[in-house]
């Protein structure tokens, strides 16, 4: 008799042939081009300019799995690699709703919160992208307008700073430490800007570890 595959299992399992399956389209798409337009590229250069960075976004991709697993869950992590976006919208929205569930992504309520979260989370995306690129001509003049700039400039960090009440009133004195760095990081470092937050999440997820355990360590926490 065939054993049933529990949640988990089945979550890997097709996880893994979905992952595959993008990983092949999104390798497969600019083949399609080259053969399309017939436009081959220098391969030379090519080689030249991925030597030059893809050592970059292995370490990144690497620590980021590290980093978003645990806190996304095994389903929200497949869904959320493919879909992209993690660190900007992905993860808050998870978060958010395993906080608002009260449940903890190791847990199997806390994967299926999880995954639905990143799940509705990519078809309201989905649905915006569709909506925007039909209105972008119309709404272009609005949008562009200056008394919205600044409110657009401030869209994440109003996000972001509505997580963080939540989450750094949890334990003030292990938030203070990663706020800190990050603060000193982004004022005294010129080339970080909003560009790098994908590498400085995983960054700062690791100095907090590190200063969570001296921390415990000393009976502070």
């Known amino acids: ?11 890997h399992k097709y996880g893994r042939i979905w992952g595959f399956v993008i990983f092949t389209l999104i390798m ?14 220098d391969w030379a250069a090519l080689g030249k300019g991925l030597i030059s960075i893809l050592p970059m976004y292995w370490a990144v991709g690497l620590v980021e799995v590290f980093t978003y697993v645990p806190m996304l869950g095994a389903g929200g992590a497949y869904l959320s690699f493919v879909t992209g976006n993690i660190a900007n ?6 978060l958010d ?18 995954t639905i979260s990143i799940a509705v989370s990519s078809i309201v995306t989905t649905l915006i992208i569709v909506v925007g690129v039909i209105l972008i001509v119309p709404l272009t003049p609005i949008l562009e307008a200056d008394v919205l700039n600044s409110a657009f400039d401030q869209m994440l ?27 000193i990081l982004f004022i005294f470092v010129p080339f970080l800007n909003a560009s ?12 907090t ?3 969570a355990r001296i921390l415990y360590k000393k009976g502070i926490i």
């Open 1 to 11: 008799m065939k054993k049933e595959m529990t949640y988990l299992e089945s979550v």
């Open 28 to 41: 497969l798409f600019p083949l399609a081009l080259s053969f399309i337009f017939q436009a081959i590229p």
């Open 89 to 94: 919208l992905k993860l808050p929205c998870a």
């Open 97 to 114: 709703a395993m906080e608002k569930a009260n449940v903890k992504a190791n847990s199997e309520e806390g994967e299926i919160i999880s």
């Open 157 to 183: 960090p109003a996000l972001f700073g509505g997580l963080a009440v939540v989450f750094i009133s949890k334990n003030v004195k292990l938030a203070i430490a990663p706020i800190i760095l990050m603060l």
């Open 196 to 207: 790098t937050v994908g590498i400085m999440v995983p960054v700062g997820v690791l100095f």
């Open 209 to 211: 570890l590190a200063v």
